[in-house]
């Protein structure tokens, strides 16, 4: 299975006098995409939730506790909501008779997990996956890229008597 790099553009980020100035915002399109917010919205966002910097990037612990937060708190935003929180996670390979788990690899990770949306975090990038597609800033995409954390973002059900 080929891993699909879809080149999209998070909404007004073309025309965005704050992403036009900005640098290391790999969180801020990450959000954008998985949560359907705009540019802005997401800058925002993660500046207040993360405490992003201007021009500096997203400390992957904030990145983490804030992404925690909104998940035990069902912390909704547009309209989706981090469902859940995977460590690092791992595929066990049997070779020789002997069981060895591996971290996945972002690649690895869409082939198993083909449905959802996902914000992944990796080293030091952020992206998302959503149903199966690579939606990433970085023009060459990160399949080789073992994951740190995954979180997954869901629609808000509501219940209409």
Same mark, same amino acid.
């Given at each position: /299975?080929?891993?699909?790099? @879809?080149? @999209?553009? &998070?909404?007004?980020?073309?025309?965005?006098?704050?992403?036009?100035?900005?640098?290391?915002?790999?969180?801020? =399109?990450?959000?954008?995409?998985?949560?359907?917010?705009? =540019?802005? @919205? #997401?800058?925002?966002?993660?500046?207040?939730?993360?405490?992003?910097?201007?021009?500096?990037?997203?400390?992957?612990?904030?990145? $983490?506790?804030? /992404?925690?937060? /909104?998940?035990?708190?069902?912390?909704?935003?547009?309209?989706?909501?981090?469902?859940?929180?995977?460590?690092?996670? *791992?595929?066990? =390979?049997? &070779?020789?008779?002997?069981?060895?788990?591996?971290?996945?690899? &972002?690649?690895?990770?869409?082939?198993?997990?083909?449905?959802?949306? =996902?914000?992944?975090? *990796?080293?030091?990038?952020?992206?998302?996956?959503?149903?199966? #597609?690579? $939606?990433?800033?970085?023009?060459?995409?990160? #399949?080789?890229?073992?994951?740190?954390?995954?979180?997954?973002?869901?629609?808000?059900? *509501?219940? @209409?008597?």
């Amino acid at each position: /299975m080929e891993v699909k790099l @879809q080149a @999209q553009w &998070v909404v007004g980020s073309k025309d965005s006098v704050i992403a036009s100035s900005e640098s290391k915002d790999c969180v801020v =399109y990450a959000t954008a995409s998985a949560f359907g917010l705009t =540019y802005d @919205q #997401a800058h925002g966002h993660v500046k207040h939730r993360f405490n992003r910097k201007d021009k500096r990037g997203t400390n992957t612990l904030d990145i $983490i506790d804030g /992404m925690k937060h /909104m998940a035990e708190t069902r912390e909704s935003i547009n309209g989706k909501f981090v469902r859940e929180v995977m460590d690092a996670p *791992t595929k066990t =390979y049997h &070779v020789h008779g002997k069981d060895f788990k591996r971290r996945n690899r &972002v690649s690895t990770f869409i082939k198993d997990n083909p449905q959802g949306t =996902y914000l992944i975090l *990796t080293s030091s990038h952020a992206l998302t996956i959503k149903d199966g #597609a690579m $939606i990433d800033n970085i023009k060459e995409g990160s #399949a080789s890229k073992l994951i740190k954390k995954v979180f997954k973002v869901e629609t808000v059900i *509501t219940f @209409q008597p």
